[in-house]
């Protein structure tokens, strides 16, 4: 099969384990926890490289921002042999207890994102596989790092003239953070016989704006750097627990 049209790579370059992310500078940050690592494209939001954790080839793949181009990445990826899919990603919160840098590990996604009801009605449930759960939960509690495990919402649009109300609705139903992706990747991951999995680090605290929130991690806030590198270990943990 030739190059795939969006993700730019072939099925022989791409492993069975695969992290994907939102933002390309990410694929550079995580994948210097590789070894060997190889650039095997860069191409529109995706940027893909390769690399060996502890002997286990890994593929590092972004998404850009939002359920359509994480969908286009995760179809490629999959026509091209991946099998375990997690994300490293970032969310807001939509619980007070949890800070800036803290970790959200999503057993289920709120479906609020229409890429997957492309596919699917939203009665289908997006839920984790639960044995790349149990490997990121396993990372966490051996390394001491505590996290949030629990419900997510996946949506379009954080800049909706009713999004404070939106975000308090599901915060009353115990939804612990937001991001854009996460249901689209559980959905479309399940149809397709994927095994998917979403851990994500807290950017933007509970009714903070959004803006300032983003822009501080896309600053490098260290406190989110941290968040955003211990996410990155547990993924890599649970990828390498499986065969
Ligand atoms: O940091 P990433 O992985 O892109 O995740 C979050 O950040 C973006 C919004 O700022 C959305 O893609 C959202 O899901
Ligand atoms: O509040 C936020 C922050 C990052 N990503 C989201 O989807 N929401």
């Given at each position: 099969?030739?190059?795939?049209?969006?993700?730019?790579?072939?099925?022989?370059?791409?492993?069975?384990?695969?992290?994907?992310?939102?933002?390309?500078?990410?694929?550079?940050r995580?994948?210097?926890?590789?070894?060997?690592?190889?650039?095997?494209?860069?191409?529109?939001?995706?940027?893909?490289?390769?690399?060996?954790?502890?002997?286990?080839?890994?593929?590092?793949?972004?998404?850009?921002?939002?359920?359509?181009?994480?969908?286009?990445?995760?179809?490629?990826?999959?026509?091209?042999?991946?099998?375990?899919?997690?994300?490293?990603?970032s969310?807001g919160?939509?619980?007070?207890?949890?800070a800036l840098g803290e970790?959200?590990?999503?057993?289920?996604?709120?479906?609020?994102?229409?890429?997957?009801?492309?596919?699917?009605?939203?009665?289908?449930?997006?839920?984790?596989?639960?044995?790349?759960?149990?490997?990121?939960?396993?990372?966490?509690?051996?390394?001491?790092?505590?996290?949030?495990?629990?419900?997510?919402?996946?949506?379009?649009?954080?800049?909706?003239?009713?999004?404070?109300?939106?975000?308090?609705?599901?915060?009353?139903?115990?939804?612990?953070?937001?991001?854009?992706?996460?249901?689209?990747?559980?959905?479309?991951?399940?149809?397709?016989?994927?095994?998917?999995?979403?851990?994500?680090n807290n950017v933007v605290l509970?009714?903070q704006?959004?803006q300032d929130g983003v822009n501080q991690y896309v600053n490098a806030d260290n406190v989110m750097m941290q968040g955003e590198l211990?996410?990155?270990?547990?993924?890599?943990?649970?990828?390498?627990?499986?065969?």
């Amino acid at each position: 099969m030739s190059k795939q049209p969006h993700i730019a790579v072939s099925p022989q370059q791409v492993a069975e384990h695969v992290i994907v992310c939102g933002e390309p500078d990410r694929v550079n940050r995580i994948s210097a926890l590789l070894e060997q690592v190889e650039l095997l494209a860069d191409n529109r939001e995706f940027r893909l490289m390769n690399g060996l954790y502890q002997g286990k080839l890994i593929t590092v793949c972004s998404t850009g921002v939002g359920a359509p181009s994480a969908i286009i990445a995760l179809e490629e990826l999959n026509l091209c042999g991946a099998k375990y899919v997690v994300r490293v990603g970032s969310a807001g919160a939509l619980q007070h207890d949890i800070a800036l840098g803290e970790l959200i590990v999503a057993e289920a996604a709120v479906r609020d994102e229409g890429g997957s009801k492309a596919y699917v009605a939203s009665e289908f449930p997006a839920c984790a596989n639960r044995h790349l759960l149990f490997g990121i939960e396993a990372y966490l509690v051996e390394n001491n790092y505590p996290a949030h495990v629990g419900l997510v919402r996946s949506h379009d649009s954080f800049y909706r003239d009713d999004e404070d109300s939106i975000c308090q609705l599901w915060s009353q139903k115990g939804v612990l953070g937001a991001d854009m992706e996460t249901s689209a990747l559980l959905t479309v991951g399940r149809l397709r016989g994927l095994k998917v999995a979403s851990i994500l680090n807290n950017v933007v605290l509970y009714q903070q704006d959004v803006q300032d929130g983003v822009n501080q991690y896309v600053n490098a806030d260290n406190v989110m750097m941290q968040g955003e590198l211990v996410a990155s270990r547990a993924a890599l943990h649970a990828l390498w627990l499986q065969p």
